[in-house]
């Protein structure tokens, strides 16, 4: 039996054609499209390919550390495994809309105390976001991760582990600026260099704890706080960094 294939795009429906639809309205539908699925929405040819995942300028991300005000919420997100555990704590600066990645842990092959008393001594007050998959069992001893994290007096609630929608608002955040990371992040930048999908448009599941734990952050709600702010002589002391003026 012979077959026919025709590659339909956006040209080839009636109702994606003017006056059905402005040039704005399509302009708005692209945005909401991740990168590798623009071409094949557009054009109707297969375009998953391999490639980064955030095709974005690593320079246009990056900052130089600073102290982060007391008054900027602040939260952090949790990817744990034997091999590897990851976390990343983010700083949002409210007035600006904008979120900075200001501190990371990795570390692997080690107990999850020894995990949770590191990432305690940074962010005892915090709440956090944990990879959903740890409410399984620990591939070393058949515990339960989550259990043994929140044990150890950390504040956590399940990620949202929508991949896609993580992603996206992720991108979006990068491409409208309102997305930074300090420099000093050097596991972070290590892997967002990596991130990519495969000939299949298949994500390389491959060196993206961090990059996972970034998509917890981002994507999982009611999980940023303000700490109360520690008065000290001459100003209010931040978290990640030492004397901010009051001047």
């Not at 904008?98 to 915090?126: D, F, N, T």
């Not at 929508?162 to 992603?167: P, R, W």
Request: net charge neutral; glycine share 8%.
């Amino acid at each position: 039996m012979a077959k026919y294939i025709d590659l339909i795009g956006w040209d080839d429906a009636p109702h994606l054609q003017p006056p059905n639809i402005t040039q704005e309205e399509l302009d708005d539908l692209e945005s909401t499209l991740l990168p590798h699925q623009r071409q094949a929405r557009r054009t109707g040819k297969p375009a998953l390919g391999s490639g980064a995942i955030y095709p974005v300028d690593e320079d246009d991300l990056l900052v130089d550390p600073f102290r982060i005000p007391p008054d900027w919420p602040r939260s952090y997100a949790l990817d744990v495994g034997w091999q590897k555990t990851a976390a990343i704590w983010g700083a949002h600066d409210v007035d600006n809309d904008c979120y900075y990645l200001v501190h990371e842990y990795y570390v692997g092959q080690q107990e999850p105390i020894i995990h949770a008393r590191a990432i305690k001594a940074v962010s005892e007050w915090m709440m956090g976001a944990i990879d959903p998959a740890s409410v399984g069992s620990n591939q070393k001893d058949g515990s339960k991760l989550k259990q043994e994290y929140r044990g150890e007096g950390l504040k956590l609630v399940n990620a949202n582990n929508a991949v896609n929608a993580g992603i996206h608002r992720a991108l979006v955040l990068m491409q409208s600026g309102r997305l930074r990371v300090f420099r000093t992040l050097t596991n972070w930048r290590k892997e967002f260099r990596l991130y990519r999908r495969d000939e299949k448009g298949r994500i390389v599941k491959e060196n993206d704890h961090l990059m996972d734990s970034m998509r917890y952050l981002l994507n999982t709600d009611g999980i940023w706080r303000t700490k109360p702010v520690e008065r000290v002589r001459g100003g209010s002391r931040g978290e990640w960094g030492g004397r901010r003026s009051s001047h």
